[in-house]
């Protein structure tokens, strides 16, 4: 079965019909701004106490713990590299979709979503990001034949467009 990729407008914190929420996390796993704050907030402090045993976490990793007061099952946390610092950054954020994935598959997992990961406070340029992110997403998905849906949750409109447009120019 070929897997469904989605690119939506909305909150990743609040997206109940998929398994896994992938967290765009720095190296200590702690709560901080943009996704990890919005995650960290509706999850509860449960998560960030089960963070700490994962801790610290190197740029293109990405570890899973539950996802308690979350509407998902777990949350994987990916660290994205800072634009600008962490070489090779593309084949880092390559790294970031492709371990996730990869861990999503192993756990049994049949759905997840992405945000924008080192598209924020790491900088990324978005649109580079955004062909990293899906090229990496269709390379990894035969890999991982129990994937049924991947969605990538961009917070504004204008963002998700670009991810609709990138994943219609690969088709
Ligand atoms: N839902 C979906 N997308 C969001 C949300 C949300 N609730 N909030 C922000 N975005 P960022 P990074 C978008 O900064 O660049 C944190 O402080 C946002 O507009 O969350 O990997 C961590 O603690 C952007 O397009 O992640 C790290 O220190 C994208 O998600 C650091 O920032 C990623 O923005 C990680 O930086």
Same mark, same amino acid.
């Given at each position: 079965?070929? !897997?469904?990729? $989605? +690119?939506?407008?909305?909150?990743?914190?609040?997206?109940?019909?998929?398994?896994?929420?992938?967290?765009?996390?720095?190296?200590?796993?702690?709560?901080?701004?943009?996704?990890?704050?919005?995650?960290?907030?509706? !999850?509860?402090?449960?998560? @960030?106490?089960?963070?700490?045993?994962?801790?610290?976490?190197?740029?293109?990793? !990405?570890?899973?713990? $539950?996802?308690?007061?979350?509407?998902?099952? =777990?949350?994987? =946390? +990916?660290?994205?590299?800072? =634009?600008?610092?962490?070489?090779?950054?593309?084949?880092?954020?390559?790294? +970031?979709?492709?371990?996730?994935? $990869?861990?999503?598959?192993?756990?049994?997992?049949?759905?997840?979503?992405?945000?924008?990961?080192?598209?924020?406070?790491?900088?990324?340029?978005?649109?580079?990001?955004?062909?990293?992110?899906?090229?990496?997403?269709? $390379?990894?998905?035969?890999? +991982?034949?129990?994937?049924?849906?991947?969605?990538?949750?961009?917070? @504004?409109?204008?963002?998700?467009?670009?991810?609709?447009?990138?994943? @219609?120019?690969?088709?």
């Amino acid at each position: 079965m070929t !897997a469904k990729v $989605e +690119c939506l407008q909305g909150d990743i914190a609040n997206q109940p019909d998929i398994d896994a929420v992938v967290n765009a996390a720095n190296a200590l796993l702690r709560p901080g701004g943009g996704v990890a704050g919005a995650l960290h907030r509706a !999850a509860g402090p449960e998560l @960030d106490r089960a963070c700490r045993t994962l801790a610290p976490i190197q740029p293109g990793e !990405a570890v899973i713990t $539950e996802a308690f007061n979350l509407p998902n099952r =777990h949350v994987i =946390h +990916c660290l994205g590299p800072v =634009h600008g610092r962490d070489t090779p950054e593309a084949k880092l954020l390559a790294d +970031c979709y492709r371990n996730a994935l $990869e861990l999503a598959e192993r756990q049994g997992l049949a759905s997840i979503a992405f945000p924008a990961l080192s598209a924020g406070a790491f900088g990324y340029p978005l649109a580079e990001a955004a062909r990293v992110a899906l090229t990496t997403v269709q $390379e990894t998905l035969p890999r +991982c034949p129990g994937i049924e849906r991947v969605r990538f949750v961009l917070f @504004d409109a204008g963002s998700a467009k670009l991810f609709q447009d990138t994943l @219609d120019s690969l088709d």
